[in-house]
């Protein structure tokens, strides 16, 4: 199975999903960096304001990432 994108780069929208297209693996990283380094600080910091920040942020970006249907489990290899 293949899936082929095509975009006009002439076309000002075109570009602008190309462009989305391109990165979405970067933003993808940058995501799961964030959910990795929020997760060590909760689980390892021994200062509990950090502790309590990291959770509440963890819970954030989870709750938005799953929001927009994305399984960060699923879709990293």
Do not use: C
């Not at 002439?10 to 929020?38: C, G």
């Not at 600080?41 to 942020?57: L, R, T």
Request: negative net charge; aromatic residues 10%.
């Amino acid at each position: 199975m293949k899936a082929i994108l095509q975009f006009d780069l002439n076309d000002p929208d075109d570009r602008e999903s190309h462009i989305r297209a391109i990165k979405a693996t970067d933003a993808y990283l940058v995501i799961w960096e964030m959910f990795q380094e929020l997760r060590k600080d909760w689980k390892y910091s021994q200062d509990p304001e950090v502790v309590k920040h990291a959770e509440k942020y963890r819970d954030l970006l989870n709750s938005l990432v799953h929001g927009h249907g994305i399984d960060l489990d699923n879709e990293i290899s």
